[in-house]
């Protein structure tokens, strides 16, 4: 049996009037995912409101998230420390085959690793965490990882 992950979604903007202009409709939507709301509008070029989350941030999101949570478990499994994961993951829009779409997703992690840890077995399983991340697998965007590497400071051992 597959996996089920349940959202709900309300168009808030509702109350600001129905869809009688396309210019000037609110396009704000809350999404519940268990006890978390997350207020959500389009982006702000599609007339959506900067202060709330959009659904291409949210796809860009999940797959950085799911690239590090795959990239730490495998860390993990293989007992390589890391000590620190950050990622300033971008998404860039673009007209492909006559469809605007998201077309190209770029990861950045800098992965800090404790002081010992194998750095070239740490960055081989950059490239194995995205051929296993299950959100990358189900998008047609390409998606570029850019790492970086650092080694935490290791305090002397004390005397």
């Not at 999404?31 to 900067?50: E, K, N, Q, T, W």
């Not at 860390?75 to 006559?98: C, M, N, P, S």
């Amino acid at each position: 049996m597959a996996d089920v992950f349940n959202t709900h979604l309300d168009w808030s903007g509702a109350a600001k009037g129905a869809t009688r202009d396309p210019a000037t409709f609110s396009r704000d939507l809350d999404v519940s995912i268990a006890s978390l709301s997350l207020p959500m509008s389009a982006a702000p070029g599609y007339r959506g409101d900067a202060s709330r989350a959009n659904p291409e941030q949210l796809l860009v999101a999940a797959l950085s998230g799911c690239q590090a949570l795959t990239y730490l478990y495998l860390t993990a499994k293989r007992g390589i420390a890391v000590v620190a994961y950050t990622d300033d993951a971008e998404g860039h829009l673009a007209l492909v085959d006559g469809k605007m779409r998201v077309a190209r997703v770029i990861l950045r992690p800098r992965i800090t690793l404790e002081g010992r840890a194998e750095e070239a077995q740490a960055r081989e399983l950059v490239d194995k965490a995205h051929q296993n991340c299950f959100i990358a697998n189900s998008v047609s965007a390409r998606v570029e990882i850019e790492p970086s590497f650092a080694l935490a400071d290791v305090p002397a051992a004390a005397e």
